[in-house]
Nanobody, 127 residues
Framework: VQLQASGGGSVQAGGSLRLSCAAS????????MGWFRQAPGKERDFVAG????????YYGDSVKGRFTISRDNAKNTVYLQMSSLKPEDTADYYC?????????????????????WGQGTLVTVSS
């Protein structure tokens, strides 16, 4: 599967952005999807994940209550709605996919659990 992330940009603290990740090449509904982020000089960290059937979501502690992950299997797209953005949210954001087969509620929570990655989209939050 090929992944194409978009929607990054510059925003002031307290603002909102919505990231999108469009998938192509394989049946999108077979994949759990995740968002990760990487700030300069830091590790790539888990942000949010959603199961292949959309029935289960999971968030990193730093974004709980502010970010929402969703997916539209008919459009082969996963979204990350980011609200109440903070300067510390500044990073390159990456989407990732993992084929989960019959585990339709499973969400990998580590980057090693994902087989496919899109390119990053940069989010910059100014104070």
């Amino acid at each position: 599967v090929q992944l194409q992330a978009s929607g990054g940009g510059s925003v002031q603290a307290g603002g909102s952005l919505r990231l999108s990740c469009a998938a192509s090449g394989r049946t999108f509904s077979y994949y759990a999807m995740g968002w990760f982020r990487q700030a300069p000089g830091k590790e790539r960290d888990f942000v949010a994940g959603i199961s292949s059937n959309g029935g289960n979501t999971y968030y990193g502690d730093s974004v709980k209550g502010r970010f929402t992950i969703s997916r539209d299997n008919a459009k082969n797209t996963v979204y990350l709605q980011m609200s109440s953005l903070k300067p510390e949210d500044t990073a390159d954001y990456y989407c990732a996919a993992d084929p989960v087969g019959s585990n339709v509620y499973y969400i990998p929570r580590y980057k090693t659990g994902y087989n496919y990655w899109g390119q990053g989209t940069l989010v910059t939050v100014s104070s």
